[in-house]
Nanobody, 126 residues
Framework: QVQLVESGGGLVQPGGSLRLSCAASGFGLGNYAIGWFRQAPGKEREAVSCIGSSDGSRYYRDSVKGRFTISRDNAKNTMYLQMNSLKPEDTAVYYC???????????????????WGQGTPVTVSS
């Protein structure tokens, strides 16, 4: 059974940091493109960051460039999102996602990814 489980969300003050983790089970992440998405109340789900499986190419949305870092540890079958210098506008439920893609590039769009975690809430507030 394919499963993704996020952890690491919570309440943090502006300027603070959090590291989200997403553990995969039932499949190996090595041949999968992975991504982090978020959805704020009343807004559509948006892409935050993605890594391709074959070329390791990274995508970051403009608003998180220089603050967020996506990574993967295939040995641990886990992906991460390090979030620094957090802002109130980063408040959302964060979802990890994966899509089997052993070759070629992957667009960082929600409709491309077939496997999703349950989401972990991140609240940035003083």
């Amino acid at each position: 059974q394919v499963q993704l489980v996020e952890s690491g969300g919570g309440l943090v003050q502006p300027g603070g940091s959090l590291r989200l983790s997403c553990a995969a089970s039932g499949f190996g992440l090595g041949n999968y493109a992975i991504g982090w998405f978020r959805q704020a109340p009343g807004k559509e789900r948006e892409a935050v960051s993605c890594i391709g499986s074959s070329d390791g190419s990274r995508y970051y949305r403009d608003s998180v460039k220089g603050r967020f870092t996506i990574s993967r540890d295939n040995a641990k079958n886990t992906m991460y999102l390090q979030m620094n210098s957090l802002k109130p506008e980063d408040t959302a439920v964060y979802y990890c996602a994966a899509q089997y893609r052993p070759y070629g590039s992957t667009s960082c769009r929600a409709d491309v990814f077939g496997s999703w975690g349950q989401g972990t809430p991140v609240t940035v507030s003083s």
